[in-house]
Antibody, heavy 118, light 109 residues
């Protein structure tokens, strides 16, 4: 069965950095697009970043462009999100999600909480 | 781009039907047949319920159905059950980035 397991969240000071990981299993990871989606406490969903199956195409939301970097290691079935220059407004649960055509997110991880606070 | 517009809350009694709307523009909901709906229970990850406007993934009950007219998509849940109480989010493909709605809290009375 498809499983996505995020890790790497935690408490970080404004301006700090954090690297999230997402371990995938139960499907051929290298065949699928992947995305990071976040949800601030008590708020709705916000798409953060996308990476194509090969890693050759990458997109970011304007709110994180220049600060976050998405990457993947298909040999390790893993997705990553390097987050730099973190701000209070980046506080959220971060989900990795498998994406199929038409920006459909068919499987989601359980999420990892990132808290940016001094 | 602004988020898609959903009602903040809807409610219904067990056995009844409810509909949640999701309003966008011709650049998102109205421009593509790529509207999805997600169910999220408290503290849990979202779950895909409807994709490409009206298709149900395997395992989703046929009580859940989707439709679209112009720039507004709709999710209908018939025969409401207690376990349907959750937050529901719509989403649309766009030429730049996926858009989500603000979410609708469904209360089963």
């Amino acid at each position: 069965q498809v499983q996505l397991v995020e890790s790497g969240g935690g408490l970080v000071k404004p301006g700090g950095s954090l690297r999230l990981s997402c371990a995938a299993s139960g499907f051929t990871f290298s065949d699928y697009y992947m995305s990071w989606i976040r949800q601030a406490p008590g708020k709705g969903l916000e798409w953060v970043s996308y990476i194509s199956s090969s890693g050759s195409t990458i997109y970011y939301a304007d709110s994180v462009k220049g600060r976050f970097t998405i990457s993947r290691d298909n040999a390790k079935n893993s997705l990553y999100l390097q987050m730099n220059s973190l701000r209070a407004e980046d506080t959220a649960v971060y989900y990795c999600a498998r994406e199929i055509v038409g920006a459909v997110f068919d499987y989601w991880g359980q999420g990892t909480l990132v808290t940016v606070s001094s | 781009q602004s988020a898609l517009t959903q009602p903040a809350s809807v409610s219904g009694s067990p056995g009844q039907s409810i509909t949640i709307s999701c309003t966008g523009t011709s650049s998102d909901v109205g421009g593509y047949n790529y509207v999805s709906w997600y169910q999220q229970h408290p503290g849990k990850a979202p779950k895909l319920m409807i994709y490409e406007v009206s298709n149900r993934p395997s395992g989703v009950p046929d009580r859940f159905s989707g439709s679209k007219s112009g720039n507004t998509a709709s999710l209908t849940i018939s025969g409401l059950q207690a376990e349907d109480e959750a937050d529901y989010y719509c989403s649309s493909y766009t030429s730049s980035s996926p858009l989500f709605g603000g979410g609708t809290k469904l209360t089963v009375l």
